[in-house]
């Protein structure tokens, strides 16, 4: 298969809004994908993130390659898989130099809209997670699978590429042999934004209510004394929390999955700034903060998978276990012992709380209804586009965000709204620094960036607005906080936004 077939499915994707013609455009591109390896260097290239992860190069390096385009297509996706492996693989003295020499070669090969394709690629300007849910609906439809089969197998693998090949090469059967391996994280069940508590106990009947923590999700694997830990974006940072390494390797089991949220804690139990945690994951010393743990979930025990047993059901199995590591929470609460728990949480400076349906499967990479965030506050988790250099004491600093929600239907994020507020002197050396290390084009006044940081902002709500292409704009948004944790994929999506319209 050549690689104009994706190029071209790529621009009619990217040129509509219809998650039909979307899918249609997707599967009839897998269907030609004969061979199940080519299926999915297929399915890795259109959403954004190559077999070989980042390769080391980066926007200067790429658009520093003078390599005249090629007059017709001729340039096959297992040739570009074999330079990506091959640059992926330099290394040492001149590395950069060898690597520019490979790519000069590979765009030499590619015709002008195929060296756009590739330098969006290499840049990170192609990946979209939203266009992940649209190529599992692709999947199912190419290869005549259910399409929870495939969301199932991806939950499992946690790579959307190994899922396709799985499909083109054993169809059901071969999504179905994906399982629960030990060491081998899962993706996170996620929760949706609640109107108010009591329309969330409401809707979802017979439920648990816990607190809602300012903390970093982990997902915990122990196989005997072999324990490895997670972060909601299945990187593993095992080395880093070695108190949480011993605190599960000391359970009572021999193996065990648990889902929950560490953070650090003031000496009076209270939660420190978000950006504490994190900055454990990537500390030195981990013994200058520790962690404490709140697991909620528990997603395997002593060799029985649990993720299709109710809530109900898993909750016993986390009280058998890991017991008083329990995040505090109430079952079948009343309406005022609900309210009470999320007064509770309030006081103790948490965020709010979760209502989660105990009838519930644990349907691991989706935010759908059985779980419900409350909180007191608007906020949003909202994708950098843009920023514009600040004027006054903020000059030489770049400050004014421009902010994006996610496409549900697979497009590139949709600006909503610009803020400069909330912005502390930290944050702006910072994003000034960081902005420019993931520029893809600048002007006068603004720096383009590559869609990939998630900011927290908290809003007093939206409004119609015909200046952005979503028709609405935010309402008074500043800065929480930068969410590392979070890749695109978790960002807020447009209908978000837009339920958020005031008077709605």
């Known amino acids: 298969m050549l690689l104009a077939e994706v190029v071209t499915t790529s621009t009619t994707v990217g040129a509509t809004r219809s998650r039909r013609a979307k899918t249609t455009a997707l599967a009839d591109l897998l269907r030609g994908a004969l061979d199940p390896v080519l299926a999915g260097l297929v399915v890795a290239l259109l959403v954004g993130v190559p077999r070989q992860g980042k390769i080391g190069v980066g926007w200067r390096l790429l658009s520093e390659l003078k390599a005249p385009p090629a007059p017709e297509p001729g340039l096959s996706l297992s040739d570009v898989d074999d330079y990506l492996q091959r640059v992926s693989e330099v290394a040492g003295k001149g590395s950069t130099e060898r690597r520019k020499g490979l790519l000069t070669e590979l765009f030499a090969r590619a015709t002008e809209a195929e060296q756009q394709f590739l330098f969006r690629l290499l840049v990170g300007e192609l990946r979209q997670g939203a266009l992940e849910g649209v190529m599992v609906d692709a999947v199912a439809a190419a290869y005549e699978v259910p399409a929870e089969a495939v969301r199932r197998a991806l939950m499992l693998s946690g790579d959307l ?280 084009r600048r002007d006068a006044y603004t720096v383009h960036l590559r869609p990939e940081l998630v900011v927290e902002i908290e809003l007093d709500g939206a409004q119609v607005s015909p200046r952005y292409p979503g028709g609405v704009a935010l309402r008074f948004a500043r800065v929480l906080r930068y969410r590392p944790d979070k890749d695109p994929s978790d960002a807020d999506t447009i209908d978000a936004v837009r339920a958020l319209l005031v008077g709605t």
């Not at 694997?221 to 972060?231: K, P, Q």
């Not at 002593?302 to 017991?323: H, I, T, Y």
């Not at 505090?328 to 349906?357: F, I, N, Q, R, Y």
Request: net charge negative.
């Open 161 to 440: 590429a190994a899922t396709a090949v799985a499909a083109r090469a054993g169809g059901e059967p071969g999504l179905a042999a994906f399982r629960l391996e030990l060491g081998r994280p899962v993706r996170p069940m996620l929760a949706s934004p609640a109107e108010s508590l009591e329309e969330a106990v409401a809707e979802l009947g017979s439920s648990s209510v816990e607190y809602k923590l300012d903390g970093a999700r982990v997902q915990v694997h122990r196989d005997g004394d072999e324990v490895h830990v997670y972060t909601r974006t299945l990187r593993e940072i095992t080395a880093s929390v070695p108190e949480l390494v011993d605190l599960v390797r000391a359970l009572p089991c021999r193996s065990v999955v648990l889902d929950g949220e560490t953070l650090a804690l003031t000496d009076d139990g209270r939660p420190r700034p978000f950006q504490e945690t994190m900055s454990r994951f990537g500390a030195a010393d981990p013994r200058e903060l520790l962690l404490r743990p709140y697991f909620f979930d528990v997603l395997h025990l002593d060799g029985e998978d649990l993720l299709d047993a109710p809530l109900r059901e898993r909750l016993a199995a986390l009280e058998e276990v890991a017991g008083e590591h329990r995040i505090p929470s109430t079952v079948d609460p009343t309406a005022e012992e609900a309210s009470a728990l999320l007064d509770a949480a309030l006081t103790a400076g948490h965020e709010g709380v979760m209502v989660k349906a105990l009838d519930s499967a644990y349907a691991a990479g989706r935010r759908g209804r059985a779980w419900q965030k409350v909180k007191p506050v608007h906020t949003l988790d909202l994708v950098v586009l843009a920023a514009e250099w600040g004027h006054g004491r903020r000059t030489g600093l770049l400050s004014n965000l421009h902010l994006g929600a996610r496409d549900p239907d697979g497009g590139p994020p949709i600006m909503v709204g610009k803020t400069f507020k909330g912005l502390t002197d930290e944050l702006l050396a910072w994003q000034t620094k960081e902005f420019q290390e993931r520029e893809v």
